[in-house]
């Protein structure tokens, strides 16, 4: 079946940087785009980026752009998300999702705190 | 970005009743719209995609309807399990966007 699990989560300062992953087993990683959602406590689900299956083509929301990556290893099926120069409102569980446009399979989500 | 507009923003029913939730999108998505559902401390579930189509495993009491920019999600006989918050989605084009959530609770 598949699954898609998180990790990399944590606290940190305003203006670090972290590094979430996500590893897919359970299907064939390499032929799907895959995506990052967050969501802030008690709000609402807000897309973040995605990636083609290939990582040829990437996109991301504009609240994120210049300051998050997304990124993906094929040969070891894992996803990442590079969080740099972080504020507060960053603070969010990140959910990893499989696509390509439906997102018909998400992982547990990883807490991410931007705290001073 | 199209925007989504979810109404109501919460919602009291009991069980068995039949709820209708609706999504607006700003401009026209055709079908490209889907619905999830997330209850605490979960991740979302997909439940529609392409605007009617049924996921796979999703019980029948659960459909959606629309096209353009206005849709539907309807669900008939509500059961205990179905007390939750629904997300519309549209992927249309990016950026992906949600509709800001509607909290069904219990009467």
């Known amino acids: 079946q598949v699954q898609l699990l998180e990790s990399g989560g944590g606290v940190v300062q305003p203006g670090r940087s972290l590094r979430l992953s996500c590893a897919a087993s359970g299907f064939s990683f390499s032929e799907y785009g895959m995506h990052w959602v967050r969501q802030a406590p008690g709000k609402g ?4 980026a995605v990636i ?10 504009d609240s994120v752009r210049g300051r998050f990556t997304i990124s993906r290893d094929n040969s070891k099926n ?12 960053d603070t969010a569980v990140y959910y990893c999702a499989k696509g390509p446009w439906i997102l018909d399979y998400w ?3 990883v807490l991410v705190t931007v705290s001073p | 970005a199209i925007q989504l507009t979810q109404s109501p923003s919460s ?7 039949r709820v209708t939730i ?12 889907a619905w999830y559902q997330q209850k605490p401390g979960k991740p979302p579930q997909l439940l529609i995609y392409d605007a009617s189509s049924l996921e796979s495993g999703v019980p029948s ?19 205990p399990e179905d007390f939750a918050i629904y997300y519309c989605q549209q992927f249309n084009n990016y950026p992906l966007t949600f509709g800001g959530g509607t909290k069904l609770e219990i009467k």
Do not use: M, P
């Open chain 1, 45 to 48: 689900l807000q897309w973040v």
């Open chain 1, 52 to 61: 083609s299956h290939d990582g040829s083509e990437k996109s991301y929301a």
């Open chain 1, 78 to 89: 894992t996803l990442h998300l590079d969080l740099n120069r972080l504020t507060v409102e």
């Open chain 1, 107 to 109: 992982g547990q989500g």
């Open chain 2, 11 to 17: 919602l009291s029913a009991s069980v068995g009743d």
């Open chain 2, 22 to 33: 609706t999504c607006r999108a700003s401009q026209g998505i055709a079908s490209a719209l």
């Open chain 2, 61 to 79: 009491r659960f459909s959606g309807s629309g096209s353009g920019a206005d849709f539907t999600l309807t669900i008939t006989s509500l059961q």
